[in-house]
């Protein structure tokens, strides 16, 4: 079979995949992760309301700060480009073209490490969905954690998109650098260095990227830690229900495509 009909097979069942995972993971984050918003944004919206005047003034003046007050509060309204309830309704749109993105790209690195690793099928499938995880979420995530919305100083919104990005690199560097050492001791005698090898190279990677890397702190000290706690929470689920189901899914219709190729093996043997 040509060499493109697998990689355009095994792409398809990316898509697939990333699909159901987008689609899956779009619903815990309207039930467990949506709620967190919305008390951010309340919170928000809250600390950014006008103070009401403390000194009299005259009528004139009492009349034209409340003209100005009525149109501050309707301009409030219609700042956002999005309602939230349009922002909830383009959640699962926004998932799921999220995981079928990721899909493909999964499908692509599936097609390339059936080349350099031993394992194959859903096995293959599921490693690769922890890696992936681990790499782009997990070393990410508790280095710089998701904030709510309330979180954060909009001028400095480059600079933590840079260093969330270093860290995505710094994840993916430490899962490659396990990898390649789970492969050179492949074949040692003791399974607790082939366990522990690679873990050994991956906190390394880890610890000294950590170090490297700024620290980022704008949680201010009157916003709710439980709140935040929770939305972080939400959020590593969210993002882990998304890896979880995507490796499920493409080793499922791995499982599957390898079932049909074999059935007519089968009945020919009959």
């Not at 922002?87 to 998932?95: D, I, V």
């Not at 922890?130 to 954690?145: D, R, S």
């Amino acid at each position: 079979m040509p060499l493109t009909d697998n990689f355009l097979k095994l792409l398809v069942r990316g898509l697939l995949a990333g699909l159901v995972a987008g689609l899956v993971a779009g619903a815990v984050a309207f039930v467990i992760g949506e709620p967190h918003v919305d008390a951010a944004i309340a919170i928000e919206e809250a600390a950014s309301a006008p103070e009401e005047p403390v000194a009299d003034h005259s009528h004139d003046t009492a009349a034209t700060h409340d003209h100005e007050e009525a149109e501050a509060g309707h301009s409030h309204g219609e700042d956002a480009l999005v309602s939230r309830d349009g922002q909830k309704a383009g959640l699962f749109l926004a998932t799921t073209l999220a995981g079928m993105a990721l899909g493909a790209i999964f499908a692509a690195v599936a097609h390339y490490a059936r080349r350099v690793t031993a394992l194959s099928g859903p096995v293959l499938a599921l490693a690769l969905a922890g890696m992936g995880w681990l790499a782009i979420e997990a070393v990410p995530f508790f280095k710089y954690p998701a904030n709510p919305p309330a979180v954060g100083d909009p001028e400095t919104i480059n600079e933590r998109t840079w260093l969330w990005l270093a860290a995505v690199a710094l994840g993916v560097v430490a899962v490659a650098v396990a990898a390649y050492v789970a492969r050179v001791v492949a074949a040692n005698d003791f399974l607790s260095v082939r366990v522990a090898a690679p873990v050994a190279a991956f906190l390394a990677i880890v610890v000294i990227g950590y170090v490297a890397l700024p620290g980022v702190n704008e949680v201010g000290e009157d916003f709710p830690a439980t709140l935040l706690w929770e939305f972080r929470i939400s959020s590593l689920a969210i993002q882990a229900t998304l890896w979880l189901v995507l490796g499920l899914a493409f080793a499922f219709l791995t499982e599957r495509a390898t079932s049909q190729a074999r059935r007519p093996e089968l009945v020919g043997q009959n």
